[in-house]
């Protein structure tokens, strides 16, 4: 029958808990039979769980997983997945269907109360850890025995410390003591947290349990030493069971299921509860007795044994190490170290024997993780030994793992986990490993960094600071020229640049004595008499004292890269289209030219219709047009003077120092003279005059912000005051500038706020006599500045954006009065309202449209939407393609001051239009003379060819009226009939309309 091989998971092979439970385990392996191989899985620093990996796999027949043992979510599904049965204790951690093998720790907690309680006590404390499972569980019985008892739970005696150690014992003495000892009895759910309670009690003199009694909890040997009564929690006893239960199971080889099997726990009555004990205390098998002698012997063998592991590594010897011979200062008798050789097979490295029999294992031979440890190792472990795995690892790296046969009743084992002194001598295995790989990577380093070196443009250097020697490799030889490749370092000094010398003295000096990095970019004279740019990086080697020996470091030609910055700072400063100086660079020569005091004037120059040149013969020619605008400003500037451009078309001009501030506007007025010529540029002649506004520092401002935004305003004014001029700066212009933001402002608010109206000038139709129509046109009546004129706020509306929700407002308004006329009773009449360019050209513009016709129920055929002819040249595709998306709706449409822009026949034939309407300009001049008649005549007959309506705007007196008439213009619009009113007026002006105007004039 094959022989069972159990595996056990447990952080910790050492220590009261885990050696105790290990032994109960061992005893029972031994006893049927069965193989026994002990998994530590916590790493050297004790601190967290670290193993992951799957040994033992095809060889573990059943598996124990002590306290938290393994977490890795992966690791736990592979291993349930093996069904294979596992038992878990004292917890079910995170398998699922684990048996659970549990000491009733809350039984334990409630018999340790209960005994207290049965010495009259009723204020006892409680000290234990709600980061550890169990100690949950016994305070959970503590708090179970007060109420049972009617005892209320008093917080202030619950004392929850970090962890279970003697030092946390005494922390919750301290707290107990700044609350005055408000108790007669404490259960501390550790033995370890009792003793730090005793010793805290002894030394403040306070007599147990005469004063306080106490009760502890494991029943560890320190517990006998200090007559402490405890619960016993049967650690061999639970190993044991454990391991037969989990040997039945594989013999059933039934399927995994989750089942809970609890030991009991057992009073151990001491002094410190009270009780006189009645027997004599005997050492169990988890509390040995530990001989003086042979402690003293097993601590010599501990230190000698890492005094050898760490001589070796501070000489660098990891073979001595790796060859396991410091083992032989143990009690181990036979090991092996096996490194990861792939990602999942293991090589023995080494072996180390003590056994008489032979090892079938040799080095170099390959193990799956599955298969490893080798079955064939059980083969030579004696009674009483067992087989354990350890994990060699560092912070960043897993080795592998080392093999040791030894007694696992070692008399020597410490109580406390944490002073196990094989973990910490395997630590320093990992170490040795990890160094001599650090070696090996160093040395590869060495010879990648001599091979980069040679094909690198760093060129390296040496400076010994004792002989003042430097020494380099052929890339400086290559920088310099034919050098040689030592020199002095008075020589290599006379070759920097004068300019660089002081920063270069500086930055050495500041390395050398206060560990200043040293980096430096520097001007080096070559073997031709030529500069290179080089820049220059290095580290002193520093004797034991501190003192630099010597320093090593690098040099790299960066002579182009110096001159790529130099161009990039170039094209920071400049106008990339005209070479000019940017904003940036003027502002701070501004800045400047005002630190250093004086009188200097500031210019701004815009040109005149720019725009239209750019829209009519396209960007290229704006572009030259610019370049040589920028040229000839360049040729009229006196020395000492600056231009720059600012952007698109406007320049800036900053003069040199003035004796007055007239020669700013003797040199300005020049340049408008100079510039009133023609510019051939492409085959064009293009004409184009400047608008310039002049600041004076320091009367009109004492900063560049300043003296730049009072310049733009004197160049606002002369473009207001008819452009091809210069204007000097005055205060008023603020003034007006003011009055032009008040005023937009105003117009911001002015739609929420209700101030606009729309008034209405009838359109009368010549043939039948009656008001057909009417137009549209806003008025603003602002509470605070009266009423406000279309000429002034329309164009500040187009500037500001403010046109589109303006426009929007009017056009539904419109529809909306138009309804309620229709509503009332009114003839049908058709409204007109203009479209701004920029309500046209909005994609959304048609659906706005069909938005508001729906919304307002005026029928589409009673709308007439009004564009001039800019308007509809601007984009011609565009504009003929919203016309008739326009048209499908329904909507008339008419082209607004006809003749008055750059009409023609072409563009009237193109566009999709219902009527012309002539400006107010030709109505007027007609009766001044035959030729305004006659090309009032022709657009008549223009509209007539082209099946267009007519309407004649600005008709004030009768005889213009009359003319229309007669030339058969059939709607007529203007003050003769009616200026634009009020909805409330027209109605009224409607209702009272019975016969035709000439009737009223007569």
Known sequence: MKQQTLGVLTPLLDGFYFNGIIQGIHHAAEAHGAHLVLFQTMDAQMSRVTYQRFLGMDEIDGWLVLLNAVSDPQYIQRLEDSDKPILCSPYQGGFRQAGIFSVDNEQGGYDATLHLLQHGHRRIACVYTSRNPECLLRYEGYLKALHDHHIPIDRDLVFDMNDVWEADGAAAAQRMKELGFPFTAVAAFTDTLAIGLLDSFEEWGLSVPEQ?????????????????????QPLFGRGLHMAELLLRKIQEGKPQVKQLYREATTLVIRQSCGCTPVQADVPSVESPPKNAQVTIDYLSKVIQRNHHIAHEMVKTDGSKIRDLSWLTFTDYTWACLALWNGTRTLMI????????????????????????????????????????????????REWGYMLLIGRIDDKNRTSNYKADTMTHSLDLVAYTLEREAMYEEAKEREKRIEIVTS??????????????????????????????????????????????????????RLHLRQHVPFQIDLRLRKADGKYAWVSAAGEAVRDPFGSAVRMIGSIVDITERKRSEERIRYLAYHDALTDLPNRRHISEQITEHALAGGRFAVMLLDLDRFKNINDSLGHSVGDKLLQQVAKQLQDNIHPGDVVARLGGDEFIILTGQLEHGDQAAELADGIVRSMN?????????????????????????????????????????????????????????????????TLENHLRSALDNGEFQLYYQPQYDTESDKIVGMEALIRWFSPQLGMISP????????????????????????????????????????????????????????????????????????????????????????????LNALIRLGVQIALDDFGTGNSSLSLVKSLPLHMIKIDRAF???????????????????????????CCAEGVETAEQFQIVREKTCVLVQGYFFSKPVPLIDLAAFLTEMGSSPLKHEE
Request: hydrophobic share 40%.
């Open 677 to 741: 010529a023609q510019y051939q540029i492409d085959g064009h002649f293009v004409f184009v005059t400047p608008s310039i506004g002049i600041s004076l520092y320091p009367e009109h401002g004492r900063d560049q912000e300043t003296l730049i935004k009072n310049a733009d305003l004197a160049m606002y004014h002369a473009k207001e005051n008819g452009k091809n001029q210069l204007q000097t700066y005055h205060p008023r212009m603020s003034t007006v500038s003011l009055e032009r933001l």
């Open 791 to 882: 000429m002034k706020f329309i164009p500040l509306a187009e500037e500001t954006g403010l046109i589109l929700p303006i426009s929007e407002w009017v056009l539904t308004k419109a529809c909306l009065d138009n309804k309620l006329l229709l509503d009332e009773g009114y003839e049908p009449m058709i409204v007109s309202v203009n479209i701004s360019a920029d309500q046209f050209t909005n994609m959304h513009f048609v659906s706005q449209v069909e938005r508001i016709l729906n919304e307002t129920g005026l029928p589409p055929q009673l709308l007439c939407l009004e564009i001039t002819e800019s308007v509809a040249i601007r984009n011609l595709e565009l504009s003929i393609r919203q």
């Open 455 to 508: 094909i690198t443009n760093d060129g390296i250097f040496e400076w010994d600071l004792k002989s003042n020697m430097l020494s380099w490799n052929k890339k400086i030889l290559r920088i310099l020229g034919d050098t040689g490749i030592h020199m002095h370092r008075r020589e290599f000094f006379e070759r920097v640049h004068q300019d660089d010398q002081q920063a270069l003295f500086k930055a050495v």
């Open 212 to 232: 306080i009694a106490v009760i502890g909890f494991d029943n560890m040997d320190i517990a006998r030493q200090h007559a402490l009564t405890t619960v016993e």
């Open 923 to 949: 109505v007027q001049d007609m009766t001044l003379s035959p030729a305004n008649l006659a090309i009032f005549e022709t657009i008549l007959s223009l509209a007539r060819g082209l099946k267009l309506e």
């Open 349 to 396: 490295d080494s072996i180390y024997s003590k056994k008489k029999t032979g090892c079938t294992l040799k080095t170099g031979d390959v193990f799956d993780e599955g298969l490893f440890p080798p079955a064939e190792i059980h083969a030579f472990i004696e009674k009483g030994e067992a087989l354990s795995v350890h994990t060699i690892r560092t912070e960043g």
